[in-house]
């Protein structure tokens, strides 16, 4: 795929190609729905424990996953994500968090980062945005979850917010990647989330959407991430936006949309 940041060079994820060129010890990348365990309907490399899979199956993946990045689980992180846009900053206690059960994730949390070397931030999908933040001259990393509902709390802003604010990160040094997510030909949305997208977006933006029928549009949700990025002051060039679709390619990706009862890949980044 011409100018994909997300890259296939193995048979479990896509790298996250603009960041490893930017540190070659950065652990980062988008998993597939492929070469796991699990059955159908969450066949076969589902990484959520969340969806009624075999818990063991998912346990299994998970360890696959973590071979091959060379981070075991025990260096893993994960919140439970409920589409909201809170963040937390993660310390290497906080490592082992929900990735074997669900009983020690981290709670009502959509975003993760840290500054932690060895942490493996872990966040799962199946057609929502996944976003992916570094500054490489500050060894800060973070990620987040951003659904219609996180992106129109502004999850992406509030993680740049955060990082220039409280953790004085020069806008400039930040760069994001928006990976494989649902597209637009295949999000079909309502007036009330219109609504809610207007209510972010400035009367000059470009609004992300095409309606079809009446109270029936279809959104661009990774557009809609990238413009409101650009806004928090992150340069448009230092944003990379993967053209995967988690729906359309069936044969990568798990997709809610399409499956209903389905699996999840998983985004990641750590520092070794």
């Keep these: 795929m011409k100018n994909e940041a997300f890259v296939g060079n193995n048979d479990l994820y896509l790298s996250v190609e603009p960041f490893c060129k930017l540190n070659n010890r950065l652990i980062v990348g988008f998993s597939t729905r492929n070469n796991g365990c699990s059955i159908k309907p969450y066949n076969s490399l589902n990484l959520g424990l969340h969806v009624q899979d075999n818990v063991q199956d998912v346990i299994t993946n998970r360890n696959k996953l973590?071979?091959?990045?060379g981070i075991p689980l025990s260096n893993w992180v994960l919140a439970d994500q409920v589409h909201g846009n809170q963040i937390k900053k993660v310390h290497v206690e906080n490592c082992g968090a929900g990735t074997l059960n669900l009983n020690n994730?981290?709670?009502?949390?959509?975003?993760?980062?840290?500054f932690a070397e060895?942490?493996?931030?872990?966040?799962?999908?199946?057609d929502c945005v996944p976003l992916y933040f570094?500054?490489?001259?500050?060894?800060?990393?973070?990620?987040?979850?951003?659904?219609?509902?996180?992106?129109?709390?502004?999850?992406g802003p509030n993680m740049i917010r955060l990082w220039t604010e409280k953790e004085h990160i020069p806008l400039k040094e930040i760069y994001v990647a928006i990976g494989p997510s649902i597209s637009q030909g295949y999000y079909e949305v309502d007036d009330f989330v219109i609504s809610k997208v207007k209510n972010v977006l400035?009367?000059?933006?470009?609004?992300?959407?095409e309606e079809i029928s009446p109270n029936k549009y279809l959104l661009n949700l990774k557009e809609l991430n990238k413009q409101l990025l650009i806004r928090a002051g992150v340069?448009?060039?230092?944003?990379?936006?993967s053209n995967y679709c988690t729906y359309n390619e069936s044969e990568l990706f798990f997709?809610?949309?399409?499956?209903?009862?389905?699996?999840r890949m998983m985004s990641f980044i750590g520092r070794i």
């Design 66 to 69: 973590a071979t091959k990045l």
């Design 105 to 114: 994730v981290i709670s009502n949390t959509d975003g993760l980062y840290t």
């Design 118 to 126: 060895n942490v493996l931030l872990c966040s799962l999908y199946a």
């Design 134 to 155: 570094y500054a490489p001259n500050y060894r800060i990393i973070g990620l987040a979850h951003a659904g219609w509902k996180g992106t129109v709390a502004q999850i």
């Design 202 to 209: 400035n009367s000059n933006s470009p609004f992300p959407y």
């Design 235 to 241: 340069k448009e060039e230092q944003i990379f936006v």
């Design 255 to 263: 997709s809610y949309r399409r499956e209903q009862k389905t699996g």
